[in-house]
Structures are given as C-alpha cells and as structure tokens.
C-alpha cells in the first residue's frame, strides 16, 4: 500500500489516542477511516490491547479482520465507547455531511450507539454550511421511484434547488449498500436549514436513512498536511 495521505494520517493518530484497553470501537468507512483502522490495528498489536470493534460496513470489517482485528456484530457488542469515522461534510456546530462511500445508514446506527462519536477529517471536508457535496440518501429499492418524486416535491416545498440523482457505478449500474438499498445523491448546493430537510427526508416511507448527521458528533479531529491537528 502506498503511503497514507499525511493529513489523513495525522487525524487517524490523533483519534486513535483516545482509544483505551477494553473500549468497544466502532470503526468507520471511506480511505480516511481506512487509515484509521490500519493505525488501530498497529497500536493493537504494539500495546497488546484487547479491544471489541464493530464495522460500518462489510469492506471495513473485511479491512479489519484482514489486520487482525476482531469484528464483532453491533448487537453483540451492544453498545460502544467511542466510534471514529470519516465524513463528507463538517460544519462548525459538528453537523455532518455523510455518505459518500454509501455506507450512511450503519454510521449512522454505528454513531448513534456510541457514547462518544469522533469524526476525522482532513480541512477540505471544513465547510461554514452544508450542502455543497451532494446528500445522500438511502431509499428503498421498491417503489423506488415514488421515493424520488416524494423527495423532488419536499425539495420543493422547502424551497432547495436540486435533484434526486441515482447513483450509479462506472458501469452505469445502481450503486446497492449493504443493506440492498439504492442511494439517491441530492445535489443541492446549500443546505440552509439541516433540521427541516432531514425532517422532510425522514418522513418519506422509501426513504431508509440520509446523510445529514445532526447534533451526532462529539468531536472532530481535522489533520493537516504538516502532521498536526486541530480540533472542532
Ligand atoms: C465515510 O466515508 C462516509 O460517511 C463519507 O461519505 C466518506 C468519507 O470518505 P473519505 O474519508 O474517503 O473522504 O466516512
């Protein structure tokens, strides 16, 4: 593997010290939180601790148990200490952006089982308002074109500019999580009231989960490409 992006690394390092022998860990998505969990790994393995780790998503756990972590499924685990995790968006009241890597919806479970919730970034994912990187939104896959009229007209009604656009692999199929879902990308430019679209989001029935992760965050750790950090 190439070496890790050094803003990247620098975060992953920073969070990766709040991590204690005996803490359960929920372990993130995205090549942020990849670098994160390969830094995890090697602190294990140096300090000889014993941690129980659940994953946002199967290529987190597959990244885990390939560096010898032990994953375990979050209902065995039950509840978590701390759970570290990329993100798209970070706006300076630590509301979130998330999603982009499609995996939203078990960060979002993952995030909210936690006691403490630590989101590394690097600065380009600082924003003074969200909305510039488009939502996403996890919808169903039957009906799912009633699900994408029903959220048009929400946008709509809330006065936002933008589309509910498919998201689509390079082979021009649908992206599907892990949980079989589509993922609609909301393109919107800027989100000036979070509460009232994630509200609006949410009372859509084929809507599964969005990506506005609001009042969800503890802490966010932003790393710089000199090696240091600064904290939100
Ligand atoms: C996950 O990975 C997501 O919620 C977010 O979409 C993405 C960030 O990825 P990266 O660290 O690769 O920019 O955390």
């Known amino acids: 593997m190439s070496d890790p992006d050094p803003a990247k690394l620098a975060a992953s390092r ?13 372990l ?15 602190k294990v393995q140096a300090e000889g601790l014993a941690l129980r780790c659940a994953a946002t998503s199967q290529a987190t756990a597959d990244l885990a148990e390939s560096l010898g972590l032990r994953i375990e499924s979050l209902d065995q ?4 200490d701390l759970t570290i995790d990329g993100a798209d968006e970070v706006d300076p009241d630590l509301n979130l952006i998330k999603g982009g890597g499609a995996a ?7 995030a909210m089982a936690s006691d ?8 380009g994912k600082v924003v003074e308002q969200l909305g510039a990187f488009h939502l996403p939104v996890e919808a169903l896959a039957f009906g799912f074109e009633t699900t994408r009229e029903l959220i048009r007209r929400a946008l709509e009604d809330l006065g936002l500019k933008g589309r509910p656009i498919l998201q689509r692999l390079r082979d021009g199929e649908p992206v599907i ?17 979070a509460p009232a679209l994630a509200r609006a989001l949410s009372a859509i029935p084929g809507v599964v989960e969005h990506g506005l992760f ?15 950090v600064v904290e939100l």
């Open 77 to 80: 685990i039950g509840w978590l």
């Open 14 to 26: 920073a969070a990766i010290e709040l991590v204690r022998d005996g803490m359960r860990v929920g």
């Open 214 to 228: 609001l009042g969800i965050c503890h802490l966010a750790i932003i790393g710089r490409a000199d090696g240091s």
């Open 177 to 193: 999580t892990d949980e079989g879902n589509y993922i609609l990308d909301l393109a919107l430019e800027a989100i000036p009231d």
């Open 116 to 123: 403490r919730m630590v989101v590394i970034a690097d600065p």
């Open 104 to 110: 939203h919806l078990r960060e979002k479970i993952v």
């Open 28 to 42: 993130g998505t995205g090549s942020t939180a990849s670098v994160m969990v390969r830094e995890l790994a090697a």
